[in-house]
Every structure is written in C-alpha cells, then in structure tokens.
C-alpha cells in the first residue's frame, strides 16, 4: 500500500489535470468534426448531389459517436468544476470539503460516474466498428469484444448504482463497488487490446501484400492505430494499479479516464482526416484489404477508391531532320520511324 495523499489536494490536482485534457480533447473535437463532415460531403456530393448531404453525415457512425464523446465528456468536466465550487464556496467549516469529496453518494459523484461509463462504452463500441469493417465485416472476429462490450456496460451500470448506496465513511476500495470497477476496468483493456491487436496485424497483413506488388507501405496507419491505443492502455493502466495499490491517486486516474477516452479516439479521426495515412493508401489492393483505410477515416464504401485502366496503344512517331554538308554543298534529309 503506497503512502495515502490527502484526498482534498488530489481532488484540486485533478481538476487542474482535467481541464487541461479537456481542453486538447475540445480542440481534437472540433478539428476531426470538421475534417470527417468534410471528407463526408464531397463523397456524398459527387454520389448523390446536395440534397442527400445533411442527413448522410448525420449517418456517420464516427461523427455520431464524437458528438456523443463530446456531450459525455464536457458533462463530465462540468460536474467536476461544479462540485469544486460545492466543496469549498459553499461549505460552512474548513472540514466540509474532506467530508464532501469522501462522500460518493453525492448526486454530482453518480452523475459523473455516469457520463464517465457513457464514455467508455462509446469509445469500445467505435473500435469494435473499426475492427469490423477492418476484417471485411467479418462478425465472428467482433464475437469477444462485443461480450467484454456488454460486460462494461453492466459493471458500469452496478458501479452507478453502488455509489448511490453508498455510506459515508466507507473506504471506495473496500465498499461494493470495488469489484465492480475493477471489472469494469479489466473490461474495457480487454476490449481495447484485443481490437487493436487485431487491427493492427489486419494491416500489417495487408502491408505485407502490397509491399510484395511494389506499392507504399501501410506503416503510417498501423503507427496511428498503435500510438492512439498506446495513450488509453497507459492511463487505465495506471488508474488500475493506483486502485489496487489503495492511493488516493486512482481519484486522478478515474476522473481524468473520460478525457483520455475521448483524445485516444479523437487522435484518429484528426490524423486520418489530415491525410497523414492516406498517402499510404494502395489503390490495387481488394475490398477487403481497402476497407482497412476506409474504416479508419469513417466510410462506409467498401470500394472508396477506384483507379481507371486505359489500354496502351502503339504510338508512331516520325522525326526529321536535315544534315548539311559543308564539302559537296548539297543537303540530304534523313527521316526515321521510331515506335513507343
């Protein structure tokens, strides 16, 4: 058990660590909002013209997910900032925050824990689609996380209600609620390691075929899926050892896992949508392997590029030229055929 730190001073560090996450997931937001409505609209534009624009956008499984990330997520940060002001503008004694922050009953504390979970399950459930449409809407390769899938949004929905029963005075890491988060927190691993291990080696395979034709390698997308899944397993990580280790730390672990979430999927959609993994995108490869670059960027079009073949015909070309002589005085005009 590591040396406990008063629970007041990590509350007031995670706010500050919050709403710096919050404020990198807000930018990532409204820059991969832009970049994927963008990138939607001229598809559906040329496919369909302009009536058909809104309302396909709206359809976009990443762009509905973001909004719902979003929502979550800023809920979430208000609520902190809320029961900031609670524990110390509004209390009557120098003792009132202490009681309040030990206090998970709170109605502020369920209703974050809440949008917390929200935002768990949005993020799972989008790397599960991306896994999906990766393996060529395989269903049996999406079997294991979607059950982890519902496994966290059970034990997320046991952690809510736990809360709300809880007793003041009872230490988090002994109450009800502790097996429940430490499910909770095994689940959403699962889930994470598990889709993007298998994304990853679906590229790599694809890598390794396309490489052999002599097109451009797919490492920049593999190095995306690996680096965002990286940023997520590393916060939960360190939240779960801070929980198991009884440090007060797990606050700042648990509070902050919603931004987190958010940037990890955000982080995506932004670097797609710039272009960064396109450049790699090998035009001869199938359906199957192009949808890996499709499901990143959020399409759904199983053939989303499309190369014309021209057959080459014979050109002739005639090439004249004069040759003088200085000796004879005369000129002789020599002409060749050549065929390319």
């Known amino acids: 058990m590591t040396p406990n730190i008063p629970l007041v001073s990590v509350s007031l560090a995670t706010i500050c660590v919050e709403s710096c996450l919050y404020g990198i997931f ?5 820059f991969s909002t832009y970049l994927l409505s963008t990138h939607k609209l001229t598809e559906v534009e040329r496919a369909h ?3 058909q624009k809104l309302s396909s956008t709206l359809r976009n499984p990443l762009i509905v997910s973001s909004f719902v990330l979003f929502i979550s997520v800023t809920a979430h940060w208000l609520i902190d900032c809320v029961r900031l002001f609670k524990a110390f503008v509004n209390s009557p004694s120098g003792d009132a925050p202490l009681a309040f922050f030990a206090d998970l009953s709170q109605e502020t504390e369920v209703a ?3 949008f917390l979970i929200v935002s768990l399950l949005a993020g799972d459930a989008m790397i599960i689609y991306r896994l999906w449409v990766v393996w060529g809407y395989n269903k049996a390769i999406i ?3 979607i059950c982890s899938f519902i496994g966290l949004a059970i034990c997320g929905t ?4 736990q809360f709300s029963m809880y007793q003041p005075g009872q230490p988090v890491f002994l109450s009800e609620a502790g097996r429940w988060i430490t499910s909770d927190t095994v689940f959403t ?3 994470n390691l598990y889709s993007s291990v298998g994304i990853s080696w679906r590229i790599w395979r694809i890598n390794r075929s396309v490489r052999s034709i002599g097109s451009r390698n797919l490492s920049s997308i593999l190095g995306i899926i690996v680096e965002s899944a990286f940023v997520y397993t590393a916060w939960t990580t360190f939240f779960f050892a801070t929980y198991q280790s009884q440090s007060n730390l797990q606050f700042i672990g648990i509070d902050c896992l919603s931004a987190m979430s958010g940037i990890s999927f955000m982080l995506i959609n932004v670097r797609v949508g710039l272009g960064w993994a396109q450049q790699s995108t090998v035009a001869s490869v199938n359906s199957a392997n192009s949808g890996s670059q499709n499901a990143i960027v959020g399409g759904r079009d199983r053939t989303p590029f499309k190369t014309n073949n ?3 015909r014979p050109l002739a070309i005639n090439i004249e030229h004069a040759v003088s002589n200085d000796h004879d005085y005369d000129s002789s005009s020599k002409s060749s055929k050549q065929i390319v």
């Open 49 to 51: 013209g302009n009536g």
């Open 189 to 191: 691993l699962c889930t």
């Open 310 to 312: 021209y057959p080459l």
């Open 158 to 161: 046991g952690i809510t209600v």
């Open 26 to 30: 807000l930018v990532l937001f409204v």
């Open 112 to 114: 974050k824990t809440g």
């Open 143 to 145: 079997i294991f996380p």
